[in-house]
């Protein structure tokens, strides 16, 4: 007699939870976000390769919003763009781009 009662017992608490998440459900309602401009380029000397790199990705202002870090910091930095998050930079652009961001927001 108890095997029959399990499976009614299971049906009853899901019939059960299901209106209580029913009666409880949430209501969406809209937002607006203005976003920042993000067709800027870098500025300034050295500025072909991170324009070429990062801006696919990043606005000038998110990255020279970012705190001032030494060049091995910033190299950090571009690897884990590369090796973690699968940015597409040739090798040859490494070095540019840690010297811009160093010269621009290297730490003092």
């Known amino acids: 007699m108890s095997n029959k009662i399990l499976p ?3 049906l009853l ?3 059960l939870s299901s209106a209580a998440w029913a009666q409880s459900a949430l209501t969406l309602k809209s937002v607006s976000v203005d976003l920042p401009a993000g067709d800027g380029q870098f500025a ?4 072909d390769a991170i324009n070429n790199n990062c801006t ?10 970012q705190p001032n870090m030494s060049k091995t910091a910033w190299e950090g930095e571009v690897h884990k763009m590369i090796n973690i998050f699968e940015a597409p930079v040739d090798d040859k652009d490494v070095a540019p781009i840690v010297a811009y961001l160093t010269k621009n927001k290297g730490a003092n």
């Open 8 to 10: 009614v017992a299971l």
């Open 13 to 15: 608490g899901a019939i």
């Open 44 to 47: 300034g000397d050295g500025a």
């Open 56 to 65: 696919a990705c990043h606005s000038p202002g998110m990255v020279l919003n």
